[in-house]
C-alpha cells in the first residue's frame, strides 16, 4: 500500500508525507480481504463444477478467469471507497457527487477484464515454466560452469 500510495500522490504531483502513504488503508485491506474470499470460494466451486477440464489449457485459462473477475466484481465497491477516500481534502466531493455509478461501471469493467485476462494467461504459462525451470536446474546441476554463463550474460546485459 505505501508504494501504491506514493506512486499515485507523486502521479498527481501531490505532496507526499509518511502520513499519506497509508491513506486510504481500511477500505484497501477490507477491499483485498473480500477479494481473497471470492477467489477462495470461487475457484473450488469451479474445479467441482468441471474437474476434467482442470488439466487443460483451457480449463485452468477458464477457471482463472471466472474467479478473478467474479472477486474483482465482488470487491469492487472497495476500489470507489478508497477513490473516495484518496480525494485531495481540497477538493473534495461528498459521496453523492463522488460516486458515478457509469463511471463505476465502466472502470469496474474494464478493470476486471485486464486482471482476469491477465491472470487467465498467467495460469496457462506458468506450468510450461516451472517445467522449464526444473529442467534448467538439472542442467545447471550436471554443468555448474553454466551458473559463471548466466552471471556473465547478466553482468554484460548490466553493464552495456
Not at 84 to 100: G, I, R, S
Not at 124 to 132: A, K, S, W, Y
Not at 145 to 151: K, M, N
Amino acid at each position: 500500500l505505501p508504494i501504491t500510495n506514493y506512486r499515485f500522490r507523486k502521479a498527481m504531483g501531490w505532496a507526499i508525507s509518511a502520513g499519506d502513504l497509508y491513506q486510504a488503508y481500511l477500505p484497501t485491506v477490507l477491499r483485498d480481504i473480500v477479494y481473497g474470499i471470492v477467489r477462495n470460494i470461487v475457484m473450488p466451486f469451479m474445479l467441482r463444477w468441471r474437474p476434467e477440464r482442470a488439466g487443460t489449457n483451457r480449463g485452468r485459462f477458464v477457471n482463472m478467469f471466472v474467479t478473478v473477475l467474479v472477486a474483482c466484481l465482488v470487491s469492487a465497491p472497495g476500489n470507489e471507497l478508497r477513490g473516495y477516500c484518496l480525494q485531495a481534502p481540497e477538493h473534495k466531493l461528498p459521496f453523492n457527487e463522488f460516486f458515478k455509478p457509469e463511471r463505476f461501471v465502466r472502470s469496474t469493467s474494464v478493470g476486471a477484464m485486464i486482471m482476469s485476462v491477465s491472470l487467465g494467461i498467467g495460469s496457462l504459462v506458468t506450468p510450461h515454466v516451472e517445467r522449464f525451470w526444473v529442467r534448467a536446474r538439472e542442467v545447471l546441476k550436471k554443468n555448474p560452469a553454466g551458473y559463471a554463463v548466466i552471471a556473465i550474460v547478466f553482468l554484460g546485459n548490466m553493464v552495456g
